[in-house]
């Protein structure tokens, strides 16, 4: 379900940063507006902070989208060399 376009783009307002610097937020929920284009943004996870550059294609898109809270799975395969050395 989409945001009601009466009540316009959820955005937090972030403080100016210098050029270069990267602006530090928890604010996942956060529309990624056009004025963010180029920007660097640090978006935590749950756990630490996450880098995403903003580019043209995720405006629209919300910043915890690009800021993965969970790791990829795969299993271990076990080592079959150390069974057999009883």
């Known amino acids: 379900m989409t945001r009601s ?5 959820f955005f937090v307002p972030f403080p100016p ?13 956060c529309t990624i507006l056009p004025t963010h284009v180029g920007r660097k943004f640090e ?6 902070y996450i880098p995403v ?9 919300k910043l915890g989208e690009f800021a993965w809270t969970r790791k990829a799975f795969s299993y271990k395969k076990k080592d079959k060399a150390g069974r057999g050395k009883r």
Not at 5 to 9: D, E, H, I, L, Q
Not at 21 to 28: C, F, N, P, S
Request: net charge positive.
């Open 53 to 61: 550059f903003v580019t043209e294609q995720m405006v629209g898109h």
């Open 17 to 29: 940063a210098k050029p270069g610097e990267a602006i530090r937020t928890m604010a996942r929920a």
């Open 43 to 48: 978006v935590h996870n749950g756990k630490d």
């Open 5 to 9: 376009a009466w009540k316009g783009p």
